[in-house]
């Protein structure tokens, strides 16, 4: 399979602890993106990343929340003192800068349960 | 600011129906682009098209057609002769000439009952 993942699926925590979810897009696409999705709504941006370096992060990142893509492949999204209004489905997407658009691939998502 | 409307967030037809899902769209941007994405039960987001705010050509795929106007900043979808697999919800969205994110509406449940 050459489609984005995401691991885990699934992830219960309890409130208070930290998570780290990862992201392994598909191969050579140098932009990734974060999104979280909150029942009934729509995938809302989170941050991107083009190979190493972040640049652009949402309001809705707050300090409890970090992303990672150290080597320009694989991506992580930790946060930490989770909080019961953390519960979503985390998404990932990929895409190839190409000169005119960058069609994002979405991955299957993490859905993150905090009690 | 960009923003996605999708005013109805429920909709239910009988099997065979044509059914329209509404989207509106605010953008200062003059080169944008405007998708359709399904989201079935399982949860993962399906690319269905993709517009260029350059490209007002309608279009039709099968028993999906995309009618955009820039004129009232809407890109509606149809769906003609429903069928029970197309239940799922339906998310449009917009992304600026940068592409760096999407927008995307809260969404269209739709229902198709047999």
């Known amino acids: 399979d050459t489609g984005v993942s995401q691991n885990p699926r699934h992830k219960i925590t309890k409130r208070g602890q930290n998570v780290t979810f990862r992201c392994d897009p598909i191969?050579?696409?140098?932009?990734l993106y974060w999104y979280r999705q909150t029942l009934g709504q729509g995938p809302e941006f989170l941050t991107y990343?083009?190979?190493?370096?972040?640049?652009?992060k949402s309001r809705l990142l707050s300090d409890r929340f970090s992303a990672e893509r150290p080597k320009g492949s694989f991506s992580t999204l930790e946060i930490q003192r989770t909080e019961q209004g953390d519960s979503a489905m985390y998404l990932c997407?990929?895409?190839?800068?190409?000169?005119?658009?960058?069609?994002?691939?979405f991955g299957p998502g993490t859905r993150l349960t905090v009690l | 600011a960009q923003k996605v409307t999708q005013a109805q967030t429920e909709i239910s037809v009988v099997e065979k129906e044509d059914v329209t899902l509404d989207c509106v769209y605010e953008?200062?941007?003059?080169?944008?682009?405007l998708f359709w994405y399904k989201q079935p039960p399982s949860g993962e987001l399906v690319f269905l098209i993709r517009r260029n705010s350059f490209d007002e050509q309608n279009e039709i795929s099968g028993r999906y057609s995309w009618n955009f106007q820039k004129s009232t900043s809407s890109f509606n979808f149809t769906i003609t002769a429903s069928q029970v697999v197309d239940s799922a919800v339906y998310f449009c969205a917009l992304s600026g000439s940068s592409a760096s994110k999407i927008i995307f509406g809260s969404g269209t449940r739709l229902s198709i009952r047999p």
């Open positions: 997407a990929s895409s190839l800068e190409r000169h005119w658009y960058n069609e994002q691939f």
């Open positions: 953008t200062r941007d003059t080169t944008y682009y």
């Open positions: 990343f083009q190979n190493e370096a972040q640049l652009e």
């Open positions: 191969s050579e696409h140098n932009r």
